[in-house]
């Protein structure tokens, strides 16, 4: 079994690399956003007519990333539950940490694996927020 997965279901990457590599019984995640798989958008966003951002719905956009999260653990053969560490990166810290936790809280409810957040900058694509996550595997 290779132990590079990309999944079908989940938005292509926006560069040289999958969606996930397995380690041994570790499965580590890279970078997730919130893109929708069928057609690349981006839940939530209002651009003008030149295409530059105007708004962002940090909701929208959680609940796709962790849509997106769930695509490739399935693709995986991993489950929610197998998470063990998540990473979140946050393009607007002090606006969007309130709406993120609530909905993060209602994700992970049984499985609360590690957690670090995280404020930056910018993201390579207009996306406020973006997960990176580790996940245990109960077999390989």
């Known amino acids: ?44 966003n209002v651009l003008d007519a030149t295409g530059k951002l105007i708004t962002y719905d940090i909701e929208a956009q959680c609940r796709q990333v962790f849509a997106n999260v769930r695509a490739v653990l399935d693709a995986s053969g991993a ?21 993120y936790n609530r909905v993060y809280a209602e994700y992970f409810t049984d499985a609360q694996p590690c957690r670090t957040t995280l404020g930056i ?7 406020a927020i973006e997960l990176k996550c580790i996940a245990m595997l109960v077999s390989v």
Request: hydrophobic share 40%; no cysteine.
């Open 1 to 44: 079994m290779s132990n590079i997965v990309n999944a079908d279901s989940a938005p292509k990457a926006v560069g040289a690399y999958p969606h996930a590599r397995r380690a041994g019984n570790l499965l580590f995640l890279s970078g997730v956003g919130p893109r929708r798989p069928e057609d690349n958008s981006i839940p939530g």
């Open 79 to 99: 489950r929610w539950q197998d998470l063990i560490d998540v990473t979140v990166f946050l393009t607007d810290m002090q606006r969007d940490f309130a709406t």
């Open 121 to 127: 900058t910018a993201l390579p694509t207009p996306i």
